[in-house]
């Protein structure tokens, strides 16, 4: 099982930046794919970005697309999620996910295909 924690959130005014970070435990991390999925209070929990096990392919959400970059160090076994132009409808709490299984051949972009999710880490974007 894949460990991760979450760290990098805080308090940011809309059109600042934040780089979250999600450091997992394990040999095994560069197997898996890794996602960022985000939930606000009263709200399913939704995707953000994706990144794929051998990386270079990602996948975004509409919603961030243009703005938010999804990328991994896998020497370091870390995946961040670079947020550039926050709007207040970014607040939310940011969750760091491993896939259920590893070098499977789609993105995950739906909680159902998350086999690990990180501790979470609140992002609060200030108008």
């Known amino acids: 099982q894949v460990q991760l924690v979450e760290s990098g959130g805080g308090l940011v005014q809309a059109g600042g930046s934040l780089r979250l970070s999600c450091a997992a435990s394990g040999r095994t991390f560069s197997s898996y794919g890794m996602g960022w999925f985000r939930q606000a209070p009263g709200k399913e929990r939704e995707f953000v970005a994706a990144i794929k096990w051998s990386g270079g392919i990602t996948g975004y959400a509409d919603s961030v697309k243009g703005r938010f970059i999804i990328s991994r160090d896998n020497a370091k076994n870390t995946v961040y999620l670079q947020m550039n132009s926050l709007k207040p409808e970014d607040t939310a709490v940011y969750y760091c996910?491993?896939?259920?299984?590893?070098?499977?051949?789609?993105?995950?972009?739906?909680?159902?295909?998350?086999?690990?999710w990180g501790q979470g880490t609140q992002v609060t974007v200030s108008s």
């Open positions: 996910a491993a896939d259920r299984a590893m070098r499977r051949v789609v993105l995950i972009t739906t909680p159902n295909s998350v086999g690990s």
